[in-house]
């Protein structure tokens, strides 16, 4: 059950999930599987949005002004905006995120994402779990106004920390999948019910 300010919200959040790898035989989103799962878990919704299924074009007009928008970016858009709280989740690609998430952001409105709790989730195949990366997406975070998570969740060796239907192999990397979404969680419940808040002051 979800206590907020006074206790007096008890409403679960949705949370959008950004899956933002494009390539052939992806290993990132085998994450946001595995954390779809762990946010229900918690009482919350989520629903991921596959960037590699929406298949946007490279961004010559943001959304708003465009004349002619690509299959799927009214839905996204609806999608973002519609939810609590946002988790970008990438594999780290030459120290950053994918062109695929920025070009994706790109296409909205800041104010989409504005006052928002943001966590981010790097994922690499090697050893290192993507802190360039990480850092990278914090980066976008503050720029589209949200509030980013300092508590990043890092995926090394994916691969052999979940297989493909996002089932967690390696059980002693759970820790660090529930101190995320735990600090994650908190953040996004507690900004939740401070505009809830102020909705009922208005």
């Known amino acids: 059950m979800k206590y907020g300010f006074n206790a007096l919200f008890f409403a679960p959040m949705h949370i959008s999930i950004l899956s933002s790898s494009t390539r052939i035989d992806r290993l ?52 973002i905006r519609q939810s609590d709280a946002q988790i970008f989740l990438s594999p780290e690609y030459n120290g950053s995120y994918t062109a695929a998430l920025k070009n994706a952001v790109d296409y909205l409105k800041e104010n989409e994402f504005a006052r928002k709790a943001i966590g981010v989730v790097s994922v690499t195949s090697g050893p290192m779990g993507g802190m360039r990366g990480a850092i990278s997406m914090q980066q976008l975070v503050l720029g589209v106004s949200g509030f980013a998570l300092p508590q990043m969740l890092l995926v090394p060796q994916v691969a052999q920390k979940f297989d493909e239907q996002g089932t967690l192999l390696d059980l002693a990397f759970q820790p660090k999948i529930d101190f995320f979404l735990n600090n994650f969680i908190w953040l996004a419940e507690a900004v939740s019910d401070k505009k809830h808040a102020e909705l009922l002051l208005k």
């Open 28 to 79: 990132s989103h085998r994450v946001a599987l595995a954390l779809e799962r762990s946010i229900a878990g918690r009482g919350h919704s989520a629903r991921i949005l596959d960037l590699a299924m929406y298949k946007f074009p490279i961004m010559e007009e943001v959304l708003h002004r465009h004349p002619e928008p690509p299959a799927g970016l009214s839905d996204f858009s609806d999608a």
